[in-house]
């Protein structure tokens, strides 16, 4: 029996960044469409709009259907989310229409995910500031998606095959970092790391590591408390727990000594802590994961790029990652509930004494 084909919803995200000419480079393969089906949610116009940008060498064939329901395998589907009105392409530009338009495309997708017309979700790029709206008023698609899913803690995973890095505090500013740390936020974060490193990446005994918040991890306490009082307990708890966590280490040197690579994960404290030396080591072939929620999303690990947008010069190799990582966790999750299902209930149990002979 084939493998059952794997139903990819991607987002346009911002009409007017580098997310729609990315998808069609990406699905321009006809390869891809032999091991998924895609389904782009946006505007047809959206999309050939950008046709014309990359050229007429770009001979990018799509269709156009209204639901889910009607899409048709080895084909790239357009779901239309935007019927009764038009969308200007505008690339470069920061719009709230834009930003209405990328809302709807994400809203009409995690719809279609939640009712089992798709398997996994894939979001290109929003403008954070434009998206927002009575409908949308969060920091980003991680803590939009977490409340829809009614789901109280998620990570925001960076994952690629060099390096995998999750943050304790996501989308919240600099100056407010501290107070958001607690013990228990730390465990949350590294119970979701360690579960989702077990049964979305088959890492059957996980290494994480745990940055410190100041510079040197608080030079014991020279620099900054939080290292003694609220991290290095964490860790102990964690250690206590019998999982393989250790730390707190100090950002500055971590990454460029390569101790990173000893560890199969590493939690950072706060945004840029984690996402800087990510992008720097893995900017192309990152992926920004969701661990946590009941489906499966991930996103390019960039943003709009609106210095690019309409160039035709955007990489797109981060949103191919992000499909193909996609597919995989949602296998390997699969593959995890197979496995972890109680075989006990698949079979009739029988009396060993029954293959006695008297």
Not at 324 to 336: G, L, P, S, V
Request: proline share 5%.
């Amino acid at each position: 029996m084939s493998e059952q084909r794997i139903k990819v919803a991607i987002t346009c995200g911002d009409p007017n960044g580098v997310g729609p000419e990315t998808i069609i480079k990406v699905l321009h393969d006809p390869r891809m469409v032999e091991s998924i089906t895609p389904l782009i949610y946006a505007h047809p116009e959206v999309i050939k709009a950008y046709k014309k940008v990359l050229g007429p060498q770009e001979e990018f064939h799509f269709i156009t259907i209204n639901s889910a329901a009607e899409a048709v395998h080895r084909k790239v589907n357009l779901v239309n989310v935007w019927k009764d009105a038009k969308i200007s392409v505008e690339p470069g530009k920061a719009t709230r229409e834009a930003g209405a338009f990328a809302f709807k495309c994400l809203e009409a997708a995690v719809t279609d995910i939640a009712s089992n017309k798709v398997d996994v979700l894939v979001t290109a790029p929003i403008n954070k500031d434009t998206i927002q709206s009575k409908e949308f008023s969060f920091a980003g698609h991680t803590e939009y998606l977490a409340k829809v899913a009614g789901t109280d803690e998620v990570l925001m995973f960076l994952v690629s095959e060099r390096l995998r890095v999750g943050v304790v505090t996501g989308h919240v500013p600099l100056k407010d970092v501290a107070q958001h740390i607690s013990r228990e936020k730390i465990m949350a974060k590294l119970k979701l790391m360690r579960e989702s490193l077990i049964r979305d990446f088959g890492v059957t005994t996980p290494r994480i590591a745990v940055l410190g918040l100041n510079p040197h991890a608080g030079d014991n306490g020279v620099i900054g408390s939080e290292e003694k009082e609220i991290i290095l307990p964490a860790v102990r708890e964690a250690v206590d727990a019998g999982w393989h966590v250790f730390g707190p280490y100090g950002a500055d040197g971590f990454f460029g000594s390569g101790n990173f690579a000893r560890f199969d994960a590493v939690l950072a404290m706060y945004h840029d802590q984690g996402l800087s030396p990510f992008k720097t080591l893995a900017f192309d072939s990152g992926v920004n994961y969701t661990a946590g929620l009941p489906i499966v999303r991930t996103s390019p690990d960039h943003g709009t790029a609106y210095d690019l947008a309409g160039k035709g010069e955007a990489s797109e190799s981060s949103l191919r990652a992000a499909i193909f990582a996609a597919c995989d966790i949602y296998r390997r999750r699969k593959e995890y509930r197979d496995i972890s299902a109680n075989p006990l209930q698949k079979y009739e149990l029988k009396d060993s004494r029954d293959d006695v002979k008297e």
